[in-house]
C-alpha cells in the first residue's frame, strides 16, 4: 500500500545510513549536516499525534478503514492550515484547534 501511495521528488533527512535503504529511487536524498532545520516539521508531527488518537499508539487507537484515517488526516489539515493562516494575521491570538475544524461559509 505505501508503495502505491504518492512519492516525492525531493527527500531531507540527516545523513543517517539507515535512510539511504528507505528512500525511493530516483528520488533526490538532501543530506542535513544537522537536525536544527527539522523543528517545523517535527513540530508538525507531533500536532498530528496529539489531535489524532490514531495516530499515538497501534495499540490502543486505530483506523477500522483507511478511509477513516484519510478523513481525520484531511480535516485535520483543514483545521491547522485554517488555524495557522489565522496565527499570521493575528499573532498575538492563539486560539484552539477546534475552532477552525469545521467549514466557514
Known amino acids: 500500500m505505501l508503495a502505491e501511495s ?3 521528488h525531493d527527500y531531507y ?6 535512510y539511504k535503504s528507505v528512500l ?3 528520488a533526490i536524498h538532501h543530506p542535513m549536516k ?3 532545520e527539522t ?3 517535527e513540530g508538525t508531527n507531533a500536532d498530528l499525534r496529539h489531535y489524532l488518537a490514531r495516530l499515538r499508539r497501534r495499540s490502543r487507537c486505530f483506523s477500522r478503514s483507511e478511509q ?3 478523513n481525520a488526516v484531511k480535516l485535520f489539515v483543514y483545521a491547522y492550515n485554517c ?3 489565522f496565527k499570521q494575521r493575528f499573532p ?4 484552539p484547534l477546534m475552532n477552525f475544524a469545521t467549514p466557514r461559509s
Open 83 to 85: 488555524r495557522q493562516l
Open 34 to 36: 544537522d537536525k536544527s
Open 13 to 18: 533527512s540527516d545523513d543517517y545510513e539507515a
Open 24 to 26: 525511493y529511487w530516483p
Open 39 to 41: 523543528y517545523s516539521v
Open 68 to 70: 477513516a484515517l484519510h
Open 92 to 95: 498575538t491570538y492563539n486560539p
Open 6 to 8: 504518492v512519492q516525492g
